[in-house]
């Protein structure tokens, strides 16, 4: 029986070249972290490297055009067009791909998996917050989340404090492949990306991987900001949010939407997460209130919406009473972040509303 190191070490021992190969079924179920060991190693390959494997290696004959090596790997060029996602720089098979596959076999040993897919898919898409405060109140930190989708680290925004505190909780040591994504390039949101890029780099031999798209109108910038905190292009990569779309078990879809940032020369993007359990709305800072009705206006099923919310109004946020427009069937999926005063979470929960909750932290 295969476990995850198992599997990570087989394409090391056997030479196989992660860009002709694709991981799939229970060995991809493994990396996954849906069930902890498998049988064999399941993987499809390009034509080339299926005739370069039948050359090198003394390979048996399963059944039409399926071979076993050392009855330990097991390849086809079948599957060979199946959706991946990049794990140990390995392209293993999506979860929603594997439950179609799965599901067209649908073998005894099939249905036993289908049925911790489903289980895993049951479980609902949590942002857990390192930080809730705006930049001129730090007591609270600067206001970022991660949230976690089978081996995918996400995380939104990377204040002056937060990579600190993800090194600190060990959030950037574990097994993961780290995505991020920013709304806007002022400090509190942006000051400690250059740590996070590094320490990845230099620590744990990982890109992180920037998710963008042409709502991110800042993207420029802060490209720009990565030049001059010299970190070299080779140490982070861009991902096109649209190349992401349904390659994750927990949401379908992940995009910007642009907001308004009010007094300032910055542009801000909200993000949308279209999650398994509804849609998810996570604002920049914004000054008016229309991302948000465009959301609620457009979406059909609302989870949550978490919104920079001020005590009172200033030139880049919104105050609380400007959420007043706000139905009440609607006011317990509203979170507000960003917060700039004490006395504002006894005065968000009078209104009907949440405030967010912050994960303790080994770094306080």
Known sequence: MLNKNDILNLIKKYNLDNDEIKIISGAAMVLHGLKEKTNDLDISVSLDMYNYLLDKYPCKLEKKDVYYIDD?????????NVDTIKYHNCNVQTVKSILELKNNLNRDKDKLDISKILENNNNNLELEFSGRG???????????CIFKDTFNTFIIDAGSDVATKLI??????SDSEFYFLNTHTHCDHIGSIGIMIQYLYYKKNKILNIIYDDNMLHLDK???????????KNQYRLIKSNTLTNKFSKFNDIKYKVSNHGDTPLDSSSIVIESNNGDILYTGDIADTKVIENFINKSNNIDKIFVDVSLTK?????????????KDELKSKIWAMHINDKILEEKTKELGFNIVKVKKSLHN
Do not use: Q
Request: aromatic share 12%.
């Open 72 to 80: 330990v790997i097991n390849f086809s060029y079948n599957y060979y």
């Open 134 to 144: 705006a930049m001129l109140y730090p007591s609270e930190g600067n206001t970022s």
């Open 168 to 173: 600190a909780d060990k959030i950037l040591d």
């Open 222 to 232: 802060l490209l720009t900001i990565l030049e001059c905190m010299g970190i070299e």
């Open 314 to 326: 200033s030139p880049v946020h919104i105050s609380l009473d400007d959420l007043k427009f706000i």
